[in-house]
């Protein structure tokens, strides 16, 4: 059963700092998701990476897949306050078979 | 814009009561799933289906059922609610089977008292 540990879990900014959040997950995985999670609200794709070495950038943020460390990473470059926000990773086959990281809860503070 | 709709935001419940947890989705997706998230936990599956009248269970299916009568809508049913099922259950639903992304719904807060 595929098994998915994110890190940091809870991660505290300033603006303008970069971070990385990083994901690891313990047997092949077709597809790595990334999902972002306002207080109280639904769950929202960000990104979904399909094969190794693939990156995906929208905004700030930027996210990429080394399949055989088995590691993506979500990078955000110089934090604002608009991307306070829960982000989980997940991976699978299927929709059947994704299984989701804890989430890392980052909070960005001026 | 695809939606997916859970019918309650919050619900209190006390130990014994069957509840049910009502989700609609208005993109014509096979897919729908059930999950719970807690926190330091993630989200744990329950329940998935992939046509109407089909159901196949998660990680966790004990002390939940479910229901899909028509494609649109996937219910969740606690027989007996109980105290550890307090949680927020979150709905999902997606095109097809090959890994697309899916599309939740914004949760429904669940105590059970």
């Known amino acids: 059963e595929l098994k998915v540990e994110q890190n940091p879990l809870f991660l505290s900014m300033q603006e303008g700092k970069n971070y990385t959040i990083y994901c690891n997950y313990s047997?092949?995985?077709?597809?790595l998701y990334w999902y972002r999670q306002d207080p109280g609200k639904s769950l929202e794709s960000l990104f979904v990476l399909l094969s190794n070495g693939a990156v995906k950038q929208e905004g700030r943020l930027m996210a990429s897949l080394d399949t055989k460390a088995r590691l993506s990473t979500l990078h955000i470059t110089a934090a604002v306050h608009d991307l306070s926000a829960t982000y989980f990773c997940?991976?699978?086959?299927?929709?059947?078979?994704?299984?989701f990281g804890a989430g890392t809860r980052l909070t960005v503070k001026p | 814009d695809v939606k997916v709709t859970q019918s309650s935001r919050y619900l209190v419940k006390r130990t014994g009561e069957k509840v049910f947890l009502e989700c609609v989705q208005d993109m014509d997706h096979e897919n729908m799933f059930w999950y719970r998230q807690d926190p330091g936990l993630g989200l744990r599956l329950i329940y998935f289906?992939?046509?109407?009248?089909?159901?196949e269970k998660g990680d966790i299916p004990e002390g939940y059922s479910v229901s899909r009568e028509k494609k649109e809508r996937f219910s969740l049913i606690l027989e007996s609610a109980s105290t550890n099922q307090t949680s927020m259950y979150l709905c999902a639903s997606s095109f097809d089977r090959g890994g697309e992304k899916l599309f939740f719904g914004s949760g429904t807060q669940l105590s059970v008292l």
């Open positions: 997940a991976g699978g086959y299927n929709n059947n078979d994704m299984r």
């Open positions: 047997t092949t995985s077709d597809r």
């Open positions: 289906s992939y046509d109407v009248k089909m159901k």
